[in-house]
């Protein structure tokens, strides 16, 4: 048994009990023996518990007459890791699953069983990590991160598009603070580093149909943070990106990058009519001023990205002089434009 951050008892299997024994014990080793005590199970069912954490991808030393740790400066996706570095720890009650289809669609389906705001749930992967506008979001084990937070706000259709905006602005600044890496926001969510798309950001919402208030929200980011060997397929190959050229991880930065994510958004939605983030919004976009294309369908119309107002909207002027807010859609920027500032 273990107590979440909201006290809420859970169920620990033998595998999450082991890997929780060795993260606790961190540089330190813990004899076969100890664990099997503590654990209750035999010396044998320590040995098997440990390789299928190194199946999972945990690199678990084992040294004659020590036992068993953790591989220090690892990058291991655990409920542990994450809330060690949360600040906000009352807030938050963090799962994390080897595998799940899409962390979104498994979050909405325990929101529509009475799961309460602050249930975060990260995996390692995501065989159907869903993007926006029907698109998958590759979600490789090990290399990214892949979580949703449910949120239930008091509040309508208009507020709720600013909690994407947020979380954009949050993730930004959870990576720079973890990597070092900036990032700048292509509207409408999209973080981008060294010209390349690293992060998306998906809001799926459900609104009562009577008051027209939201009635629970699920935030989902995905992160590319490592580089995997295979690459990315097909045509993100060119246009997906990682936070750094390597192939592994460290530092925790996965956990890091998460609880981050959440105390930055955490500041932000608790009083989200301030547009507390709306500054930093634009300041960060990687559009404003330059020539765009406005994507609707197979359309692609030339536009100059002017302006971003208060509800996060795109102000663009298009070719033949008409201006236009964009409160949703696609943009892309065009090749060969130089930067002009926003007017
Ligand atoms: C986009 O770029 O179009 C949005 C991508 C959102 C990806 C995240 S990963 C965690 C959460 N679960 C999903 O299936 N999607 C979001």
Redesign the pocket.
């Known amino acids: 048994m273990w107590l979440t951050t909201r006290g809420r008892v859970k169920e620990l299997n033998l595998k999450q009990q082991l890997l929780k024994h060795l993260e606790d014990s961190g540089d330190n080793y813990l004899s076969g023996n100890a664990l099997a005590k503590k654990l209750s199970v035999s010396r044998n069912a320590v040995w098997k518990t440990v390789q299928s954490l190194r199946a999972e991808g945990y690199e678990v030393l084992a040294t004659t007459n020590k036992g068993y740790r953790l591989k220090s400066c690892g990058d291991v996706l655990s409920e542990e890791g994450i809330r060690k570095y949360i600040r906000n720890a009352g807030i938050f009650s963090v799962e994390v699953r080897k595998s799940?289809?899409?962390?979104?669609?498994v979050?909405r389906e325990s929101a529509a069983n009475g799961a309460p705001e602050g249930t975060v749930l990260?995996?390692e992967e995501?065989t159907?990590?869903?993007?926006?506008?029907g698109?998958q979001?590759h979600?490789p084990a090990r290399h990214?991160?892949?979580?949703?937070l449910l949120l239930r706000p008091v509040t309508n259709a208009n507020n709720a598009a600013l909690i994407t905006s947020a979380a954009a602005v949050a993730a930004a600044r959870a990576i720079e603070d973890v990597t070092g890496v900036r990032a700048g926001i292509k509207w409408v969510?999209?973080l981008f580093a060294n010209g390349k798309?690293v992060?998306?950001?998906?809001t799926e919402a459900t609104f009562g149909m009577e008051s027209g208030q939201v009635e629970s929200a699920?935030?989902?980011?995905?992160?590319n943070v490592t580089k995997p060997a295979e690459g990315f397929p097909g045509t993100l190959e060119s246009t997906a990106g990682t936070l750094t050229d390597r192939a592994t991880g460290k530092d925790n930065e996965r956990c890091r990058l998460i609880a981050s994510t959440l105390d930055n958004f955490w500041e932000f939605y608790t009083d989200l009519p301030a547009r507390k983030f709306l500054d930093e919004y634009r300041s960060r976009s990687i559009i404003l001023g330059r020539d765009i294309y406005v994507l609707t369908g197979d359309e692609k119309k030339p536009a100059r990205a002017l302006a971003i107002d208060e509800t996060c909207g795109l102000i663009v002027r298009f070719e033949n002089g008409e201006t236009a807010v964009l409160s949703s859609g696609e943009v892309s920027i065009r090749p060969q434009t130089s930067i002009h500032n926003a007017q």
Do not use: E, P
């Open positions: 799940v289809t899409s962390t979104n669609t979050l990260a995996a995501q159907a990590g869903k993007g926006r506008q698109r979001f979600s990214g991160v892949y979580f949703s969510n999209d798309k992060c998306g950001i998906l699920v935030l989902g980011i995905g992160i």
